[in-house]
């Protein structure tokens, strides 16, 4: 399989796209009252719903699983202080 140029340039790719998203949400509530700034389990799904987090949602065997990519939580963080 040829190597195509975009995948150098940022373009999503579906395998590496599903590995950058390794927080969870429970991770994501502890980071965010590590920071300073709580925020409840629903209010991180909405901040995943609306992108104001770089997440996914995956089908779980209890229903679907929002994934958060860490990169966005320091932008997040400082929106919120």
Same mark, same amino acid.
């Given at each position: 399989?040829?190597?195509?140029?975009?995948?150098?340039?940022?373009?999503?790719?579906?395998?590496?796209?599903?590995? &950058?998203?390794?927080?969870?949400?429970?991770?994501?509530?502890?980071? /965010?009252? !590590?920071?300073? +700034? @709580?925020?409840? &389990?629903?209010?991180?799904?909405?901040?995943?719903?609306?992108?104001? /987090?770089? !997440?996914?949602? +995956? @089908?779980?065997?209890?229903?679907?699983?929002?994934?958060?990519?860490?990169?966005?939580?320091?932008?997040?963080?400082?929106?919120?202080?």
């Amino acid at each position: 399989m040829p190597e195509h140029d975009t995948a150098r340039h940022g373009a999503p790719q579906p395998a590496t796209d599903e590995l &950058r998203h390794t927080l969870s949400i429970h991770d994501v509530e502890t980071a /965010l009252e !590590a920071a300073g +700034v @709580p925020r409840s &389990r629903r209010q991180v799904i909405r901040y995943a719903e609306t992108g104001m /987090l770089d !997440a996914v949602k +995956v @089908p779980g065997p209890s229903g679907d699983q929002w994934y958060i990519a860490p990169v966005s939580l320091p932008k997040v963080i400082g929106d919120l202080k």
